[in-house]
């Protein structure tokens, strides 16, 4: 990456924009502003501050995240964070604390008792007529 793009902060926010799985479209209309708009900041090597706090915060970011943004970086944390979780055990948190087969049996009884309900209510307004 050359020292231009490293400082090109519209880039950053395109590439963080990306990353987080979002069309220009959606910032715009998170900012209030047209997506050419949008386009623009992309476009554009500096930002004023008080519009790069308006973007960072409908990114989900910190505007200092965005400033030191670098592709490299969110890269080696994506692949720490998969090292870190395969390793020490921390993907526990991800697994399940229950049985799902318990969980597909309940709601299975519980749609057979909402059906049985539907039967009785019913079959107690067929016998009222």
Do not use: W
């Not at 050419?36 to 501050?49: C, D, G, K, M, R």
């Amino acid at each position: 990456m050359s020292t231009a793009t490293k400082n090109h902060i519209g880039r950053k926010i395109s590439r963080i924009r990306e990353l987080r799985d979002m069309k220009q479209e959606a910032l715009a209309a998170a900012l209030g502003i047209s997506q050419q708009a949008v386009s623009n900041i992309e476009n554009s090597e500096t930002i004023e501050e008080s519009k790069l706090e308006e973007v960072a915060k409908a990114l989900g970011v910190t505007s200092e995240a965005i400033k030191n943004f670098s592709e490299e970086a969110a890269i080696n944390s994506f692949a720490n964070f998969y090292d870190n979780s395969s390793n020490n055990g921390a993907i526990s948190a991800l697994q399940c604390t229950f049985n799902p087969l318990d969980k597909v049996v309940e709601l299975y009884e519980r749609l057979v008792q909402a059906e049985k309900d539907k039967v009785a209510y019913l079959e107690k307004l067929i016998n009222n007529k």
